[in-house]
């Protein structure tokens, strides 16, 4: 967000990260309102903020468009695969997979996504109006040593749940025979997806500390 954009696009996007922010706010709180109402009882917690979830996550998916459009600085390709991760947990995994909803995973993933993103877009908003609390800066640029490890573990935990309660299923797979003569299986699909989080989340999560460096280093000078 770094290069000047118009005043439409600035305006849409204030309008879309303030909502975000909110958004993840929303799921946070509601969440932590189950946690308190049921004396720390981590299933049902999906059922308690489902809806909110899958909106202000889903919606996400504009992200990629952002990029790819160039009204922000952003690998559209990179976006993409980031927030398909998630869609991927959100839906098939989370929502459709028996079973998922009733482990600790869904806690830790959600607490994580909700506390990151709410930071994330708040720092958008105020690098888009071009005033950055350096402790909103702080937050955004230290707060994910933590939050992405345990975000990560969280989501591990929900894939490979929903990869032994699909097994000897036929939940979103393909069998042979088939008119295609091809078979898809949705277990194996899922370990083959959590074995790309080997690669990826290095790579992330070294991109971010290089970052935290290069932010928090220009705002001391500044």
């Not at 303030?18 to 932590?32: E, I």
């Not at 690998?75 to 079973?99: D, E, K, M, N």
Request: net charge positive; with cysteine; charged share 10%.
């Amino acid at each position: 967000m770094g290069r000047e954009i118009g005043s439409l696009a600035k305006g849409y996007l204030v309008l879309y990260n303030s909502v975000l922010s909110v958004g993840w706010l929303v799921v946070l709180v509601q969440m932590v309102q189950h946690l308190v109402n049921t004396k720390g009882q981590y299933d049902g917690v999906y059922d308690a903020v489902a809806l909110p979830l899958q909106v202000f996550q889903t919606a996400a998916m504009m992200e990629v468009v952002h990029a790819a459009i160039g009204i922000v600085q952003s690998s559209a390709a990179l976006t993409f695969v980031q927030v398909l991760s998630r869609i991927v947990v959100l839906w098939p995994v989370l929502h459709y997979t028996p079973g998922v909803e009733d482990t600790v995973g869904p806690v830790l993933m959600i607490t994580c996504w909700a506390v990151t993103e709410i930071i994330r877009y708040a720092f958008y908003v105020c690098a888009l109006i071009q005033i950055t609390p350096y402790t909103l800066l702080w937050c955004r640029y230290t707060f994910f040593y933590v939050l992405y490890p345990l975000g990560v573990t969280g989501e591990l935990i929900c894939v490979y749940t929903a990869v032994f309660a699909a097994r000897g299923t036929s939940l979103f797979s393909y069998p042979l025979p088939n008119p295609l003569n091809m078979s898809f299986d949705y277990a194996t699909a899922l370990v083959i997806f959590s074995l790309l989080y080997i690669p990826v989340f290095p790579q992330l999560y070294f991109h971010m500390i290089r970052q935290r460096g290069k932010q928090l280093g220009k705002a001391k000078s500044a």
